[in-house]
Structures are given as structure tokens and as C-alpha cells.
């Protein structure tokens, strides 16, 4: 039951019997996990609104109340930017919403965001004391989903509360991309009083929360705001520019007269099988896929300016929560049918509980030790099937999770007409070729210090560029981290 209005009244009704009390941990504990309402599953096949749809006030107050308090507040350890997460959930508790998002603030760039997008059960979550007196790590107080609340309430009343920025020091710095790694360094070294300017490759801002995140996870226009925000500190946004191409990156520092850069251009670059059949019409990757629908909004077909594949069977390839994005996306787009083929078992599924549990309230189907051994054309060289393969799963491997087997002779016909390659991304190689001198490891990640420096002097890195395929939150800790080293290195040199 998603449904709000029952989920409120219900809250309400507990609120008002638990208000003024005195409570024990245990009667903490006890209070039920307040459950997230959402957009009804067959309504919401048909629209790209979000289907999460946020607490009410009763209700995060009530989740709010189920915090202990606890003394150590284990739960910050599993944050990569160690919010204070008591004393933002004791201000929600009380109704001091302002106050709770000001001690987000300290820590986080992006509390609408990451309250909606980040692992929090392998994150934060996973240390919750409640959790574990719970036995169970989905009844451990909702941080995330009470972050989002706070966070929801400035964003709803539009005035947001800008940092204040320092009198210019006459330093300029150059920033690659405008993902969540380049829009948290920009916003760190701009407070500092330095010019900056970021550099995008595409024609919007934001990096993959705009282009791959689907808008019924994360509605754009949170991304945008964000953005706004960027601009109205001084930021300086340059789209369309893909530094590697349009400019060498040693150029910025060496020509442009940048005091030094910061590199966070992501993981973009999608892997593919390599089976025969890969590239017949009708295989795409995730990350083509949801860019047209996403960036391009070719999902309102009569007004975008961006064609996308019309699809009625499609099988997607993959466990994780791209895959995720892509099948919910195609049902989206009036697929008769979505598989999601997956070589191991749901247990090794590196995609969110959450996000597994909606695939399957909308219809996506999960084939489960499968995996395709090729894929099979017409004679318009059109996708038609997928020559699927049956595994068990062997001895646990490098990564920890137990190795798939083929089990020969399994071989069977699956028929569809779209193939969605959804198996990981690596980094483009764009900037590693152009760039002589820069160090990167053998996924093509660049190599940084611990302060976040890279190879060549003056140059920072962070975010998926530096760590592979990773998370919103830890792509923001490593801006953080990277904006302070370099504001500490132009402090150094203030006064030259
Ligand atoms: P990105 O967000 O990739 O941004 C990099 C930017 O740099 C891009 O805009 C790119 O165009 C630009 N760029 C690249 N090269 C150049 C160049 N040479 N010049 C100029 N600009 C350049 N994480 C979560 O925490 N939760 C999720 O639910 C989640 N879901 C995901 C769903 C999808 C479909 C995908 C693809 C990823 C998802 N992730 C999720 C991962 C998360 O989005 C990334 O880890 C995060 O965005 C990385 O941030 P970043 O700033 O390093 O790079
Ligand atoms: Fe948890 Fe993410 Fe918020 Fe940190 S930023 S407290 S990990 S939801
Ligand atoms: Fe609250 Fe859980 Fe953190 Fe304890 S571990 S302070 S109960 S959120």
C-alpha cells in the first residue's frame, strides 16, 4: 500500500498518540518504518513522473522519531561525507526543517539529490543501530527519504539559501565536466573566492543525474536548480565544449592562464559484450539509450528533436541499476514486453532493492542464470532473438560474489526485437590520449594522490574518472576533497 493519503492519516494518528511522550529506545525502535508513498505501478508505466513521492510531515517527523540518538551515531561512518546524521534527524524530529538542512549543508552540496539517488542501504543505513536490533537492514530509519524531506521543503519554497563567497583573489580555475564530482568542486573553490569556469562536453550540465538517471528517479528539474544555484554564485557554465578537442587540457594551465583544473568527466564510455550478433540493428547501450530519452526527451516523440529506437520485446543485459533504468525506461516507451537477463541470481544483483522491487510492480520480467551466447538477426540484419545460455552459480570469485557457469548444451531461442547492452561503463579515453604525462591505471581511470592530485602539476581528479563507475556521493566527497586541496594550494601562492 504506496498510497499518500492512507499513509499520512495513518501517521498522523500515531503522531498525535507518541507527541510529548518521553520516549524509550525500544518504543523508538518499535514504531513502524514509514513506508515511502509512490505513484501507482500501472499508472505511473505511463507517464515519466517520479514514482517516489516523498514523505509527508507527519510521516518524517514519526520515521524521525525511530533515531536513538545513538552516542558513537554509527550510521555516519557509513556516509562517504559523514553528515551529522542525529542532528539533522533530531531538527526533523522537532519540525526545525531549516535548521536540519543547514546541518546537511555543512557536509553535502546535494541533499535533494542524494537523498533521492544514493545506496543508502549499503551506506549509511547499513550501520543503523535500529537496523540491527531489527535484524534488518530496510527497518533502519529512513536517512535518506528524511534528507530528501528537508531538503524538498527549500526547494518547494524557491528561496534557496546561497553560501557566501569570498572577495576574488584574481585566481582562475578550470573545472571538466558538470557532474556531481565538477559541481561540488566549482561551488568549494568559487566560496573561496576564485573565478571558475566548467567545461561540458554536452549541450546541459548536470553529467549522468542528468543524462542517465531516468526523470521518474530524479526529476530534472532539481538538477537544474542546482545548477541555477552554481550560476548565481558566479559560476561560469561553457556547454559544448569537449576539453580534449576543443581545447587540450595542458592548454588551460599553459595557454589559458587557469591557476589549475579540476577533472571529473565520469565514466561514459559503455562496455559491450563482444558476442557475435552485437552489432545488428536494434543492440544498443544503456547509456545511448537513456541519453536519448533522458537528455534528448525523445520519450515525447512528437516534439523531440531526437528519433529513439521503437521497441515491443526487449531484453535487457545486466544486474545493476543501469539495467534498472533502462528496462523501466522501455516499459516506459510502450515495450510489450522487458526482460532483464541477468547471469547470476537476484542475491548478487548489484541493483537497489528498491529499484528491483519497482521493475517488477511494472511488469519487467527477470531471467535469472541466463546469459545470451550470441544474438540473432533477420535479413534486414534486425535483431530478432537472443541465443540464450543457462548457468549455475560455482566458488565465489575475485569480486566475492559466486562465479556463473554455462551450462552447456542449455542453449535456447528468446525472441526479441531490442537488445539494451547494460554491463558497466568505463572512462573515455579522450583526455588520456590528448594529454601527455597524465598517469592512469589499466581501466583507463587516472591515478591521483591523496589529496586528489594527479600526474601533472596543477591538475586535480575526481569521481568516476578516478574511481570507475561509482556513486553520486562519492563522486561529491571526492570534488569536496579535490576543491580543497586546490584552494589550499592557491592559498599558498596568494600575494605572488
Ligand atoms: P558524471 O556524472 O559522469 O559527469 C561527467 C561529465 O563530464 C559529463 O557531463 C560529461 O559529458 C562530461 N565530460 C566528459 N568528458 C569531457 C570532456 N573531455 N570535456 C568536457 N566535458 C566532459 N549513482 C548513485 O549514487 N545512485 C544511483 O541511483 C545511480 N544511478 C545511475 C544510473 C545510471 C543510468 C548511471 C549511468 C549511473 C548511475 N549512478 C548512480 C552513478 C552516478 O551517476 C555516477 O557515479 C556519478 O554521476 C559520477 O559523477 P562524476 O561527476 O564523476 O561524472
Ligand atoms: Fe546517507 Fe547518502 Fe545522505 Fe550520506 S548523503 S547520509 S550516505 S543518504
Ligand atoms: Fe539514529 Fe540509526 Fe544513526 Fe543511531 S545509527 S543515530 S538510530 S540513524
Known sequence: MHDLKHLDAEA??????????????RERAAI?????????????????????????EAQVRLESMRCLQCKNAPCIK?????????????????????????VIKESSLLPAICGRVCPQETQCQEFCTVGKMLKDVNKAVSIGRIERYVADVELHGGNPIMPEVASPTGKRVAIVGSGPAGITAAADIRKAGHEVTIFEAFHKPGGVMVYGIPEFRLPKAIVEYEINNLKQMGVEIKTNFLVGRTRKLRDLIDKDGYNAVFIGSGAGLPKFM?????????????????????????????????????SRVVGVLGGGNVAMDAARTAVRLGAEKVYVVYRRTEKEMPARVEEVAHAKEE????????????????????????????YKLGEPDDSGRRRPIAIEGSERELPVDTVIVSIGNDSN????????????????????????????????????????????????????????????????????
Open 429 to 496: 579515453p579522450l583526455l588520456e590520449k590528448t594529454t601527455e604525462g597524465l598517469a592512469t591505471n589499466k581501466w583507463g581511470n587516472i591515478i591521483i594522490n591523496d589529496d586528489c592530485s594527479t600526474s601533472i602539476d596543477r591538475i586535480y581528479a575526481g569521481g568516476d574518472i578516478v574511481l570507475g563507475a561509482a556513486t553520486v556521493i562519492l563522486a561529491m566527497g571526492q570534488g569536496r576533497k579535490a576543491a580543497a586541496s586546490i584552494n589550499a594550494l592557491l592559498a599558498s601562492e596568494s600575494g605572488d
Open 274 to 310: 563482444h558476442i557475435e550478433g552485437e552489432n545488428l540493428i536494434g543492440v544498443l547501450s544503456a547509456n545511448e539509450y537513456l541519453t536519448r530519452s533522458n537528455l534528448m526527451k525523445a520519450y515525447n516523440r512528437e516534439h523531440a528533436h531526437t528519433p529513439i529506437f521503437v
Open 32 to 56: 513502524p518504518p514509514q513506508e515511502m508513498p509512490a505513484q501507482d505501478a500501472q499508472k505511473r508505466i505511463g507517464n515519466m513522473n517520479e514514482v517516489a513521492r516523498g514523505y509527508t
Open 78 to 102: 557509513g556516509c562517504p561525507v559523514e553528515i551529522d546524521i542525529p542532528r539533522f534527524i533530531k531538527h526533523a524530529e522537532d519540525g526545525k526543517f531549516a535548521e536540519s538542512l543547514a
Open 12 to 25: 498522523k494518528k500515531l503522531m498525535m498518540e507518541l507527541e510529548g511522550k518521553t520516549l524509550k529506545p
Open 363 to 390: 511488469g519487467v520480467e527477470f531471467l535469472l542464470l541466463q546469459s545470451p551466447k550470441r544474438i540473432l538477426g533477420n535479413e534486414k540484419q534486425q535483431v530478432r532473438a537472443m541465443e540464450v545460455l543457462s
